[in-house]
Nanobody, 123 residues
Framework: QVQLVESGGGLVQPGGSLRLSCAAS????????VGWFRQAPGKEREGVGC?????????MYVDSVKGRFTISRDPAKNTVYLQMNSLKPEDTAVYYC???????????????WGQGTQVTVSS
């Protein structure tokens, strides 16, 4: 079965770190752009960053997470990671990974989504 599953969410204190995983089954994740998105309660789903390694590895991040979050990949595990450092309360959201044909964070380009994992940043 074709599936995309996020894991690694949890409760952390401000300034702490979490690493989220996006694991694919039934298809090769490195054949696609993989994006991370998040949705806070009462807010629109927004892009966080994405990675594409079809020829060489490219990443991009929105300004609000730049310098704090890093996306990486492990082809052997068919998994993409979102390393989140220096977490802030405003990072609290359900985090989703998704795949797209083209590089970028235009949500309309993403057609396969995981179920999401909750990240809560609170003291």
């Amino acid at each position: 079965q074709v599936q995309l599953v996020e894991s690694g969410g949890g409760l952390v204190q401000p300034g702490g770190s979490l690493r989220l995983s996006c694991a694919a089954s039934g298809f090769r994740l490195d054949s696609y752009t993989v994006g991370w998105f998040r949705q806070a309660p009462g807010k629109e789903r927004e892009g966080v960053g994405c990675i594409n390694s079809l020829r060489y590895t490219r990443t991009m991040y929105v300004d609000s997470v730049k310098g704090r979050f890093t996306i990486s990949r492990d082809p052997a595990k068919n998994t993409v990671y979102l390393q989140m450092n220096s977490l802030k309360p405003e990072d609290t959201a359900v985090y989703y990974c998704a795949t797209a044909q083209w590089f970028g964070l235009d949500r309309t380009n993403y057609d396969r989504w995981g179920q999401g994992t909750q990240v809560t940043v609170s003291s």
